[in-house]
């Protein structure tokens, strides 16, 4: 089956959206309700590090992006019911239109900016990003959810369902509002509480954090790009199709 015959399947991808919410949204509920009832958190020394409620989660980026995913899916399914997945519909409806706003402009790039980063940073030094303290009070399959899952939903939406994406100088300025917003945000959260919201901020001196901020915003908008490129190259007679439309 190709591409194009999983795309019109709507059986298919209505599945693939629903698997995703499903997860995404349980996560979002687990981390809200759940989590704070576990019994080895109670009793852990280490549960101040752990974000209980929603003024300490959404201190972080893979919180937004959670939300984003959960959004975007719900979104999609919406589409699936009362909008349309054909490939290049004359008339978008408006419920189209955002959810191909959406994943171009945040959806993706967010997602591989969460993931990427995450796994990297890690990589180098858990204790940057995820000290081994939290293992026994934070659940690995959340810890996936947030920075794994992600990206692997996405990616794959990105193969299985055609998008429009608006303008570059659109789709850019959107993400840019989106991420300049999270970094004015997590400076007042230095600021009232006098400790960084990621303990890699907490290494480095000024000069390197306005470094490490321009190489995340510069990551992220060539997130934005990439999944632009993706898209032509993966539904490249489909782009060509919606050109001659418009034209």
Request: charged share 15%; glycine share 4%; proline share 5%.
């Amino acid at each position: 089956m190709t591409k194009v015959e999983l795309y019109k399947s709507r059986v298919f991808v209505t599945i693939i959206h629903l698997c995703a919410l499903g997860q995404f949204a349980y996560g979002l509920y687990y981390s809200n309700f759940e989590i704070q009832r576990s019994y080895k958190l109670k009793t852990s020394l280490h549960r101040r590090l752990v974000p209980e409620t929603l003024p300490q989660k959404i201190r972080f980026l893979a919180y937004w992006s959670l939300i984003i995913q959960a959004l975007y899916y719900i979104v999609s399914l919406a589409n699936d019911f009362v909008g349309t997945n054909e490939l290049t519909p004359k008339r978008p409806p408006a419920i189209r239109r955002f959810k191909d706003w959406l994943l171009a402009t945040l959806a993706f790039p967010v997602a591989l900016n969460v993931g990427v980063t995450f796994w990297t940073l890690y990589a180098i030094d858990r204790e940057l990003v995820f000290p081994k303290i939290l293992d026994p009070v934070f659940p690995s399959w959340l810890n996936h959810v947030l920075h794994t899952n992600i990206v692997v939903f996405i990616v794959l939406e990105l193969f299985t369902s055609y998008r429009a994406y608006p303008k570059r100088s659109t789709g850019l300025t959107g993400l840019a509002i989106f991420m300049g917003s999270y970094l004015i945000w997590i400076h007042i959260v230095k600021h009232y509480s006098g400790v960084w919201v990621y303990p890699v901020l907490e290494v480095l001196q000024l000069p390197q954090r306005i470094l490490f901020f321009a190489a995340v915003l510069g990551f992220t908008f060539s997130l934005y790009v990439l999944g632009e490129f993706l898209n032509n190259i993966v539904w490249a007679k489909e782009v060509k199709l919606a050109k001659r439309k418009s034209n």
